[in-house]
């Protein structure tokens, strides 16, 4: 059962092999016996679980289910859950219940489907290992020595382990893609204001996108068909009519153009261990067997993303974590002299070392004398980054490369320098600064590790993207292999 796709477990509910509650427990034992190894979850309430996989089998009782009504999945820890510890890795969050649920939870909760927890995280989603949490390092299940990705690498380590049939993950420079990469599954980001950021504790407000983490692209098309749309309470949601992810599946690749930009796969591409570049090869062989046409693209001003994302993601994360002060909610030190001492030695012992660091650096480009020089000075690179993707889409449908530089890495290799674990994401930021659509799915292995091949579209091409995945999916297996985790 824990194999079976979301589609496959809803037919199994469907057909009383077995009941929402049974399934619940299931997953439930098995995150008792394995996630002690593992450390995906940072809240499980086995409680609140099977009340709701309870509630679910009444409503498939009554007639009443929707596709996803009865399936369990796992929450990350950024989305707001009412009555549920919502930590977003973080000391300073350590304690808070939620008093309301976030948009996404709400669909979730619409649709009938069941929460198995809270997920580890990268704190405040800053990190592309998930080793900031202050709940501790999640370990990749191919590896437990190594790295899932991050930030949303508590997701990506569940769905992995078969500690869950699918996840919620984030992605502001990569976090949802980067940690599929590094855990053999299909993560999509969809196209900025899709997906209500209401609830969803912000890192960056500009560049943070809310989106499903599974095993198919037929699943995260499932996923996505219920998170995505209209929020008024969010002010980047996107009014738009509603939209069937899943309705291209199975078109086929016959004249689909593939962009492939010089600086993945030219002098750009230099830094891609060459075991990862050989699957990403491959992979577009595969395409081309399909039917799909390759062609060669520029983005020019790739190289100026990573600097232009820590500038400008710094800049509003120094914004919005102001509100951690200790004063209204969260955690409060427990000595202090006065108000500002209070301030001062709450946020010095609430937030680790790294979301201190991109505080700082926030605080300092967005100073008097400094504010021109670096934060508008990368808001006009972000402008020429989406040109060249604008530019690009006109020779191309789609856009591949590699997801990540490298397959997973040793827990505790680049934690101490910033710089290299920044470089984790060369390959996703661009699309986060330009607001496109963007996936990564299973594309092989190199030395034992999963590699991803990640997928760009352009504005709402989101099923365009997924009809690319399902259909390489049905011409591989690499999405069905699974770690010996137990």
Same mark, same amino acid.
């Given at each position: 059962?824990?194999?079976?796709? /979301?589609?496959?477990? @809803?037919?199994?509910?469907?057909?009383?092999?077995?009941?929402?509650?049974?399934?619940?427990?299931?997953?439930?034992?098995? $995150?008792?016996? $394995?996630?002690?190894?593992?450390?995906?979850?940072?809240?499980?309430?086995?409680?609140?679980?099977?009340? &709701?996989?309870?509630?679910?089998?009444?409503?498939?009782?009554?007639? *009443?289910?929707?596709?996803?009504?009865?399936?369990?999945?796992?929450?990350?820890?950024?989305?707001?859950?009412?009555?549920?510890? #919502?930590?977003?890795?973080?000391?300073?969050?350590?304690?808070?219940?939620?008093?309301?649920?976030?948009?996404?939870?709400? !669909?979730?909760?619409? @649709?009938?489907?069941?929460?198995?927890?809270?997920?580890?995280?990268?704190?405040?989603?800053?990190?592309?290992? #998930?080793?900031?949490?202050?709940?501790?390092?999640?370990?990749?299940?191919?590896?437990?020595?190594?790295?899932?990705?991050?930030?949303?690498?508590?997701?990506?380590?569940?769905?992995?382990? !078969?500690?869950?049939?699918?996840?919620?993950?984030?992605?502001?420079?990569?976090?949802?893609? &980067?940690?599929? @990469?590094?855990?053999?599954?299909?993560?999509?980001?969809?196209?900025?204001?899709?997906?209500?950021?209401?609830?969803? $504790?912000?890192?960056?407000?500009?560049?943070?996108?809310?989106?499903?983490?599974?095993? #198919?692209?037929? =699943?995260?098309?499932?996923?996505?068909?219920?998170?995505?749309?209209?929020?008024?309470?969010?002010?980047?949601?996107?009014?738009?009519?509603?939209?069937?992810?899943?309705?291209?599946?199975?078109?086929?690749?016959?004249?689909?153009?593939?962009?492939?930009?010089?600086?993945?796969?030219?002098?750009?591409?230099?830094?891609?261990?060459?075991?990862?570049?050989?699957?990403?090869?491959?992979?577009?062989?595969?395409?081309?067997?399909?039917?799909?046409?390759?062609? *060669?693209?520029? /983005?020019?001003?790739?190289? /100026?993303?990573?600097?232009?994302?820590?500038?400008?993601?710094?800049?509003?994360?120094?914004?919005?974590? @102001?509100?951690?002060?200790?004063?209204?909610?969260?955690?409060?030190?427990?000595?202090?002299?006065?108000?500002? =001492?209070?301030?001062?030695?709450?946020?010095?012992?609430?937030?680790?070392?790294?979301?201190?660091?991109?505080?700082?650096?926030?605080?300092?480009? /967005?100073?008097?004398?400094?504010?021109?020089?670096?934060?508008?000075?990368?808001?006009?690179?972000?402008?020429?980054?989406?040109?060249?993707?604008?530019?690009?889409?006109? !020779?191309?449908?789609?856009?591949?490369?590699?997801?990540?530089?490298?397959?997973?890495?040793?827990?505790?290799? !680049?934690?101490?320098?910033?710089?290299?674990?920044?470089?984790?994401?060369?390959?996703?930021?661009?699309?986060?600064?330009?607001?496109?659509?963007?996936?990564?799915?299973?594309?092989?292995?190199?030395?034992?590790?999963?590699?991803?091949?990640?997928?760009?579209?352009?504005?709402?091409? *989101?099923?365009?993207?997924?009809?690319?995945?399902?259909?390489?999916?049905?011409?591989?297996?690499?999405?069905?292999?699974?770690?010996?985790?137990?």
């Amino acid at each position: 059962m824990i194999d079976r796709t /979301l589609k496959q477990l @809803a037919q199994a509910l469907s057909a009383k092999e077995i009941s929402s509650v049974e399934l619940a427990r299931l997953y439930l034992d098995r $995150i008792d016996r $394995i996630d002690p190894r593992i450390k995906a979850y940072i809240t499980v309430d086995r409680e609140k679980t099977l009340a &709701q996989a309870a509630a679910a089998d009444a409503r498939r009782a009554a007639g *009443e289910a929707g596709p996803l009504t009865g399936i369990p999945l796992a929450q990350k820890d950024i989305f707001c859950a009412e009555g549920w510890r #919502t930590t977003c890795g973080s000391k300073m969050l350590g304690n808070f219940v939620c008093p309301y649920d976030a948009a996404v939870i709400e !669909r979730f909760n619409a @649709a009938g489907a069941v929460m198995l927890g809270k997920t580890n995280m990268d704190e405040f989603a800053m990190g592309s290992s #998930t080793e900031t949490s202050y709940f501790g390092v999640t370990r990749n299940p191919w590896d437990v020595g190594r790295v899932p990705g991050g930030s949303s690498g508590g997701s990506a380590a569940a769905v992995a382990a !078969r500690l869950a049939p699918a996840a919620t993950g984030t992605d502001t420079g990569g976090s949802i893609r &980067q940690p599929a @990469a590094l855990c053999n599954l299909t993560g999509i980001k969809p196209t900025y204001g899709v997906v209500s950021r209401y609830g969803m $504790i912000a890192y960056a407000s500009s560049l943070d996108q809310g989106g499903p983490m599974a095993r #198919t692209a037929e =699943d995260c098309a499932l996923l996505l068909k219920v998170m995505a749309g209209f929020d008024a309470r969010d002010s980047t949601s996107l009014e738009r009519p509603a939209e069937d992810y899943a309705r291209d599946l199975e078109k086929p690749l016959a004249g689909l153009k593939i962009g492939l930009p010089k600086e993945f796969f030219g002098e750009g591409g230099e830094g891609c261990d060459a075991g990862v570049m050989r699957r990403i090869e491959e992979a577009l062989a595969e395409y081309r067997r399909l039917g799909a046409q390759t062609v *060669e693209v520029g /983005l020019p001003s790739m190289k /100026l993303a990573i600097p232009a994302y820590y500038v400008i993601a710094s800049a509003e994360a120094s914004s919005n974590l @102001a509100r951690y002060d200790g004063v209204r909610y969260g955690y409060r030190a427990p000595e202090y002299d006065d108000i500002i =001492d209070m301030y001062m030695k709450t946020r010095a012992q609430g937030f680790g070392e790294e979301v201190k660091r991109r505080i700082l650096i926030g605080t300092y480009v /967005l100073s008097h004398g400094y504010y021109d020089a670096y934060y508008l000075q990368a808001q006009r690179i972000r402008r020429l980054i989406a040109g060249d993707f604008a530019e690009a889409f006109k !020779r191309c449908d789609l856009i591949m490369g590699p997801t990540s530089p490298t397959t997973a890495f040793r827990i505790g290799e !680049r934690v101490s320098d910033p710089v290299r674990m920044y470089l984790s994401d060369i390959y996703t930021i661009a699309v986060n600064l330009a607001g496109l659509p963007a996936m990564s799915m299973p594309a092989g292995f190199a030395e034992g590790l999963p590699v991803g091949l990640q997928v760009i579209g352009d504005y709402f091409a *989101e099923a365009k993207l997924l009809n690319a995945a399902h259909r390489y999916q049905q011409a591989t297996d690499w999405h069905l292999r699974r770690p010996t985790i137990g």
